[in-house]
């Protein structure tokens, strides 16, 4: 119902961001049912994963390139907090959905009602690492308090991103102070990015069982 009611703010001529995961494959589906009955848009997407699904759902894809500046972004999250503060990166694309939403003058996340809490931090929290400084940033990380741990492929290898970089997966407890933890985060060389989405959302359709609820920051 989320992904649904998140197609309606898509008007004829936009430029979309698709984000990564389940919810954003839900709202690539619903928007191709809409570009099917001749909705005109173009889109880039923030992982190969996204990509690939698009064009075989036939949504026409751009780059940035030739649109640079994008009308709207539609992603997930994992956790939405107050203020529409979000933990994301649990499909591993944080790098390339934090730029893609970057490029959008509004974000829209779309979640169901159980990723609402009401302070950060019960999902581990996200931090892509070059793979070379991972002995050198996990200490790092230990060091602001928090409880890295190496994200693993199906298979047992280390996940990589599409950027090739490792994903350390950090066990943070209560984010008192989001803003601090993303600072100190990306201080430390080697850190690329992490799961920390702050002042980026513009609004959040929250699915709960039967109806959509629509907040605003």
């Known amino acids: 119902m989320a992904a649904r009611r998140a197609v309606d703010f ?15 494959t839900l709202f690539i589906h619903q928007l191709a049912q809409r570009v099917t009955q001749g909705l005109k848009v173009r889109c880039v997407a923030s992982s190969k994963a996204s990509h690939d699904l698009a064009v075989s759902l036939s949504i026409p894809m751009t780059s940035f390139d030739e649109t640079p500046v994008l009308d709207l972004a539609v992603d997930g999250a994992d956790e939405v ?3 529409l503060a979000l933990i ?3 499909g591993g694309a944080l790098l390339r959905e934090k730029i893609v939403i970057s ?5 829209l996340v779309i ?3 159980g990723k609402q809490v009401l302070q950060l931090g019960r ?3 996200p931090v892509e690492v070059i793979r070379m400084a991972l002995p050198i940033v996990t200490p790092k990380l230990l060091a602001l308090g928090v409880q890295p741990h190496l ?10 991103t599409d950027e090739g970089n490792y994903i350390v997966d950090c066990a943070c407890g209560q984010i008192e102070s989001p803003e601090a933890l993303a600072a100190s985060i990306r201080s430390v060389v080697g850190v690329v990015e992490h799961g920390l989405f702050l002042h ?3 609004a959040a359709i929250v699915g709960y069982a039967g109806h959509v609820v629509e907040l605003s920051v």
């Open 123 to 125: 999902f581990p929290l």
């Open 111 to 113: 979640v169901d009602a």
């Open 103 to 107: 490029a959008a003058r509004r974000f």
């Open 151 to 160: 994200r693993a492929s199906a298979d047992g290898s280390p996940f990589l």
């Open 81 to 83: 907090g107050p203020d």
């Open 10 to 24: 898509v008007d004829d001529g936009m430029a979309i961001g698709l984000g990564t995961g389940t919810t954003a």
């Open 88 to 90: 994301k990166g649990g």
């Open 200 to 202: 980026m959302a513009s």
